[in-house]
């Protein structure tokens, strides 16, 4: 007998990346009391990892809980960029609602309609929170229309339709039900929660169901499976057995061990949970997320969606450059093997595979962010490794067509760069769909391109728009070759001999192109030191030293000036790197260089192409 559960409501915040998420889950939690009255805390505390609090993205879904008048909120901020869509889909099963934020200014943007569509087709009431009105240029009254127009274009239904909508700032800590109401406190979202989003329900007395919706991992415990309990009681010491929706054989007997519930940004520990309890479950080796832990009676594995595929592909292999091992701590095939066999246990949207060399792995991601994370967390943990150009995974169709990844783009960008952004993606092989004027100036673009033919542009969209333009994409299904795409235009500045760069040496090489070192720097025959401002590439030698005559005056080398080199990121080097070279990443370094280093051998590889 199906039984509502009053005292507990699961949500999800979903949005567009950027909308504020995580700092209104901050407020959440700063005015239910999760935090003492004096009590220091960061901002953005839910982007536990490094890399998220440094570049304000959150990566992985976080589970958190609040209470409010005697209720239990259990709340889940999820990633708001596309390469982490993976994350949303699967934590939407563990909810019975979702609270969708909006910018007041931005407005519907495409990870908006990402998540609605995942959250619609789900049938999960939607709490529309139209945040940041406190900034100068909000248009909240048209940003209603904008999501309203949103769900009729997904086939909301009239109960959808009819959601509740909130306005709030998360950063000043307050929310209301209507532009003109005071501004006080996030009260009117506390309340809007607790009456339209439905409390769990589930059969207390059937046997036990839960699906593990997210894994987490912890080097102590290994991995803890976090899911919801939907029929039954979970209690510890209980013997269960746990089976999957899309493997039908699986049956593997088990034990729980050690069971917790979530309570503000603490996980405590607890003897049994009740149906609608989001629940941590450790002690069970190998648990994998779309498992069903049940009862040993009668196993029935509860449906789970496919997790989407990945549509981008890197080589990682063992760095054999000339200065391989001097930085790194971890440099064999093996440590890099197990180190990326290691990350499938917790991201369900990697692929990892051997390939014919035991020193080399094919990784394959959502895109171009989702992979550079990795290699970023790797770098930061010691590992030294080389990675190639990333290239798009393509599929055929029955009649035996290549089919390619699609991506629809949005760009908004000031009016007077329209034309440069036009023309570049139209060079992608990218087709607009849509073109609209925004406010303040900008023009807001829609295009369908090709996932390879923005491969290595946003550097160049920075450049062309000034610093001044916004785009986002989204992946778009599979679509027949587009055909061939010229990615680079200019060849690299490739250094001649092994040494140390000199000033007088790159004085002469400046002139050449832009270079990515300054004096001092270790470099090795075929280690590429900059771009060339032609499409050829060009050897040079950056350590040679100028030959001494007696008669030289003292102050004539001190003339010389460099320019300051353009130092690249992480991403940009990857965008940078052609297909003949590799980007050699060690904890201190990023070096580009060419596949062959040998000169000789290099030109003939090119002539036999």
Known sequence: MKTTR???????????????????????????????????????????????????????????????????????????????????????????????VVDAFEGAMPQTKFVLMKALELNLPVIVCINKIDRPEARPEEVIDEVLELFMDLDASDEQLDCPFIFASARDGYAMRDLNDERKDMTPLFETIIDYIPAPTGDPDANTQVLISTIDYNEYVG????????????????????????????????????????DGLNKVEVKEAKIGSIVAISGIADIHIGDTICATDNPVAIPFQKISEPTLSMNFMVNDSPLAGQEGKFITSRHLRDRLFRELNTDVSLRVEETDSADCFKVSGRGELHLSVLIENMRREGYEFAVSKAEVLYHTDENGKKLEPMELAYVDVPDEFTGTVIDKLSQRKGEMVDMRPISGGYTRMEFNIPSRGLIGYRGDFLTDTKGNGIINTIFNGYAPYKGDIAYRKLGSLIAFESGESVTYGLFSAQERGTLFIGAGVKVYSGMVIGSSSKPEDIELNVCKKKHL???????????????????????????????DELLEVTPESLRIRKRILDPTLRKRANFKK
């Open 6 to 100: 009053d005292d507990i409501r699961n949500i999800a915040i979903i949005a567009h990346v950027d909308h504020g998420k995580t700092t209104l889950v901050d407020e959440l939690l700063k005015q239910s009391g999760v935090f003492r009255a004096n009590q220091e805390v960061q901002e953005r505390v839910m982007d536990s990892n490094d890399i998220e609090r440094e570049r304000g993205i959150t990566i992985l879904s976080k589970n958190t809980a609040v209470f409010y008048k005697d209720v239990k909120i259990n709340i889940i901020d999820t990633p708001g960029h596309a390469d982490f869509g993976g994350e949303v889909e699967r934590v939407l099963k563990m909810v019975n609602g979702v609270i969708l």
């Open 223 to 262: 991995r803890i499976g976090v899911g919801k309990v939907d029929n039954g009681v979970l209690k510890v010491n209980q013997d269960a057995i746990v089976v999957n929706h899309h493997e039908p054989d699986k049956q593997k007997k088990v034990k729980i061990s050690k069971l917790y519930e979530f």
């Open 549 to 579: 005559t007696n008669t030289r005056s003292s102050s004539a080398d001190e003339a010389l000036t460099l320019v300051p080199p353009k130092i690249l990121s992480l991403e940009q080097a990857l965008d940078f790197i052609d297909v």
